[in-house]
């Protein structure tokens, strides 16, 4: 109104769920940042750190549900990678298996750093197969793929708040 920029302070999903703290990490180092995030800022991004017994990017989930969670995923992905490396693939099952390896990786907070390895190890395989695989599978496929790439990459450099939280204690 009079010609002066406001910024948006970066907020936290649910605002923790009153069950943490919003903090700022800067995106580049994985260190928390003195001072604020604004909203649509690169460089920054803010997480909750959970109080004991909380967990999830907004502290809404009991820990022993979230160690379920955890559990839940690294067998999904155990069986996918069995499944991946049983069998010559064909072009249905690269695109479906790239579809299922983004859907049991889309919440980093979920995953584990044994279900990071084993995304890493099917995407490794997928990536592999789709080198022989028609341009139109290779399109089809690289959806998941890019996908699982990014939870993966974002957990390298932003592992959730379960990270934070182990290594404040």
């Not at 379920?68 to 490396?85: A, D, M, P, Y």
């Amino acid at each position: 109104l009079n010609n002066t920029c406001q910024f948006t302070p970066a907020s936290c999903a649910d605002d923790c769920s009153h069950q943490g703290d919003c903090r700022y990490l800067d995106l580049n180092t994985g260190v928390e940042i003195d001072g604020l995030c604004y909203a649509g800022d690169v460089g920054c991004e803010s997480v909750c750190f959970c109080d004991t017994g909380y967990d999830g990017k907004d502290c809404s989930i009991v820990t022993s549900t979230m160690d379920v969670l955890q559990e839940t995923r690294e067998t999904l992905l155990k069986k996918l990678l069995t499944l991946v490396g049983s069998m010559n693939a064909t072009d249905t099952d690269l695109v479906v298996w790239s579809g299922s390896l983004a859907a049991i990786t889309h919440d980093t907070t979920q995953l584990s750093s044994e279900s990071i390895a084993l995304a890493v190890q099917i995407l490794d395989a997928l990536i592999a197969a789709l080198k022989t695989a028609t341009s139109d599978v290779v399109k089809d496929a690289s959806d998941g793929i890019f996908n699982t790439f990014n939870s993966v990459m974002g957990t390298k450099f932003s592992p959730g708040v379960r990270f934070y939280a182990l290594v404040e204690e």
